[in-house]
């Protein structure tokens, strides 16, 4: 079983450098990968009200806790504030539901999933923004919502919050404000975005970010995303003896970054874990960094015209 190492929040808390993400795992698919994971060595979980399958995941965890393979204190699962709860008044409410749905008393680590929110309508209605489902911005200021997540602490329904999709000037307006400081922000980050000014600006203020779409979301019949199909990438890869996921992940986790690779494919599952044996070298991080274009995969293009919308900036 491999051993993820772990790096320490500026509450104290400890979370695995790695973790499995889960966007667009239903079912049986994303509770077998989930058990299947918690198996190999994985502890820490990503998921989101948004995703609807907080109740897979918590069912999974909850099977391996119950047949003595982990402890509950031994996981670390985040889950997300969804865009239509992103308002004051349903802080309390969402995260009852997330918990409700995953089985668990406590979740590791809270984040508003957007800066950005909807309207709310039902739990069902979740946009992206659409006319037919009547789904509309919400003007709530995020440094509100925040102010309501600290209480979740307080509460004791979860251990830290944090933030998602934040640029730097919404990180600082929350910094401004705050009794408890994020932990994390969780953004996009792979080789062809690889975020080093923002990861930079977060760790002066001890902030980790947490790498969504770390393996750019390959797509092998489009041979995207170019890096990983890339000659001086795979020349990289073979030197090492590595995949050139691996060492997509790898580069993620020296700049600083703690990827979330999603898979639902065992083999793949285990291909991501395994990356603790060697070390990429000045030369090849150097390579490695040409990658960047700052080009994103999530845009989110339906929200720009929101005053919260976070990607006008640099970053
Ligand atoms: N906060 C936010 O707004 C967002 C958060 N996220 C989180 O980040 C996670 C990761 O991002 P995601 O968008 O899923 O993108 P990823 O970069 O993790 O790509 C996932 C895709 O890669 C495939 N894959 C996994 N491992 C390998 C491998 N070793 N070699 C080749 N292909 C592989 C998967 O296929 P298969 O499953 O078939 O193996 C899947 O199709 C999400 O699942 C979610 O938890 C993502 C986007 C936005
Ligand atoms: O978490 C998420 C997964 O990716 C989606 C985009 O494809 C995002 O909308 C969402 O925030």
Redesign the pocket.
């Known amino acids: 079983m491999v051993v993820i190492p772990k790096i320490t929040l500026n509450n104290g808390t400890q979370m695995p450098v790695l973790g499995l993400?889960?966007?667009?795992?239903k079912s049986e698919d994303i509770y077998n990968a989930v058990k299947y994971a918690i198996e190999i060595g994985y502890r820490h979980i990503?998921?989101?009200f948004y995703?609807q399958n907080e109740a897979d995941v918590g069912r999974a965890i909850r099977e391996k806790i119950d047949q003595g393979l982990v402890k509950r204190e031994d996981i670390f699962l985040v889950t997300?504030l969804s865009p239509i709860h992103n308002e004051p008044s349903k802080v309390e409410y969402a995260c009852q539901k997330s918990l409700e749905n995953l089985g668990l008393d406590y979740i590791d680590l809270y984040?508003i999933?957007?800066p950005a929110g909807l309207d709310y309508y039902d739990d069902k209605v979740q946009g992206p923004l659409n006319e037919k489902a009547n789904v509309r911005f919400n003007d709530a200021d995020y440094v509100d919502t925040w102010r309501e997540m600290e209480k979740l602490v307080k509460k004791g329904l979860v251990k830290s919050i944090g933030i998602?999709?934040f640029n730097s000037e919404q990180t600082q307006r929350i910094l401004d404000i705050c009794k408890i400081k994020p932990v994390v922000n969780?953004v996009?980050c792979?080789v062809e975005l690889n975020q080093k000014k923002l990861i930079e600006f977060s760790k002066q203020r001890d902030i980790v970010i947490t790498a969504?779409?770390?393996?750019?979301?390959?797509n092998p019949a489009e041979k995207k995303p170019a890096f990983l199909y890339d000659d001086r990438f795979i020349a990289i890869s073979q030197k090492y003896k590595k995949?050139p996921?691996?060492i997509a992940l790898k580069y993620l986790i020296q700049i600083g970054a703690v990827p979330?690779?999603?898979?639902?494919?065992n083999t793949?599952i285990a291909?991501?874990i395994d990356l603790f044996d060697f070390e990429l070298p000045k030369d090849d991080m150097s390579i490695l960094d040409t990658f960047n274009t700052g080009d994103r995969i999530?845009k989110f293009e339906l929200w720009a015209n929101h005053q919260y919308y976070p990607f006008s900036i640099e970053f």
């Open positions: 993400g889960t966007y667009l795992g990503d998921t989101a995703y997300k984040l999933h957007f998602s999709n969780q996009e792979h969504y779409c770390p393996l750019g979301r390959p995949t996921a691996q979330i690779p999603k898979s639902t494919t793949r291909e991501n999530c």
